[in-house]
DNA sequence: GCCTCCATGTAATCCGTTACATGATTAA
DNA sequence: TTAATCATGTAACGGATTACATGGAGGC
């Protein structure tokens, strides 16, 4: 999309938690924050060394087994004062780009029989990502302790479900035929 | 982002309805589907000239006063086809991203002198955005003839209102400290 | 005559995805 | 020993933004 490099700022919030590898930082988009911002290893590989030239981490040699080297990325203090700087600025939100709700803009005819199959087919997606949320957060925040720990991401879990509920509700909704629904 | 060429398809979607100048299209992204999809004339002209290329638009010449020549780019039969196809596959879900609830990840501590910072002005965006929508929605349907006309466009706008309004509410609950809000 | 809008293009750059490529470690 | 996982990279390509560039039409 030629964005505003959100990726450069993910890997600085992550290595504030602590140091690690191209590898780690690859894997946490497979889970955590996986939910809901993707990235590639062939992706973050390239810009770990941008940012370590431009300053903002740093890097560890680690040998494992017999020859096998690993690179612990770190924070430096530079890269510290740039995530900071970044969490104070505005953020405007995108819009967001959901090809169902661009294809629904085409259809004019409020009869059309592609409306109920669309329909469908997109109320079984969206109950079943609403499943997954429900479940995700129940392992992950069992408890307060664990919320507590990470306010942040219980909050970010929390309105992704809020969202997925009113989403499949609307959708539930115009299925009934309830025109009016909000 | 390398997406999957959504672009080709609202301009075929925006050709159905009738021909159109590229600058036609480029025009309609401030406004109508403007509301939650952008393009610049930059990517559209050369798209145009793709499009025309694969057989799914063809353009017509118009002279306008003494010199000027503009391109009427009109639908194929093939381009038909092809935007029938999509309209009719599955459509998977974009993660969204919204950049502050990134940066919402990355607060762990609930009490943290950022949060109501950044959540009073994520909250002025979207009463904002909301306002904005609701206007949107009495201006384009203000009864149930313009409905009928533009069922899709209808149903997208009162999803985004809806959202916005989830939202906002979400935002404000915060701020209230209600904890347990949904 | 001047300003705004209409109208069309290209170039540079960046972001993101998919594919290509290689090799070590570890546990079954 | 062999499969899964750890670990790191590059290349090709396509999509999206910003900037550069030009010129006509129409209203005041």
Known sequence: MAQKNRLKFIILGLLTQQGQTGYDLAKSFDSDIGEFWQANH????????????????????????????????????????????????????????????????????????????????????????????????KRKFPDQTAIDRQYGHFLVLRHALNRENQYANWLDGLLDGDDNMV
Chains 1, 2 share one sequence.
């Open 42 to 137: 062939s992706q973050i590989y390239p810009l770990l060394k941008k940012m370590e030239k431009e300053g903002l981490i740093t890097h560890e040699i680690l040998t494992v087994g017999q020859k096998m080297e690993k690179k612990l990325y770190l924070i430096t203090k530079a890269g510290e004062t740039l995530f900071d700087q970044w969490l104070k600025e505005p953020s405007l939100p995108d819009n967001s780009h959901d090809e169902f709700i661009l294809k629904l803009y085409f259809i004019n005819d409020a009869h059309s029989s592609l409306l109920p199959v669309m329909l469908r087919e997109q109320a079984k997606i969206h109950h079943a990502k609403l499943g997954h949320l429900e479940q995700q957060l």
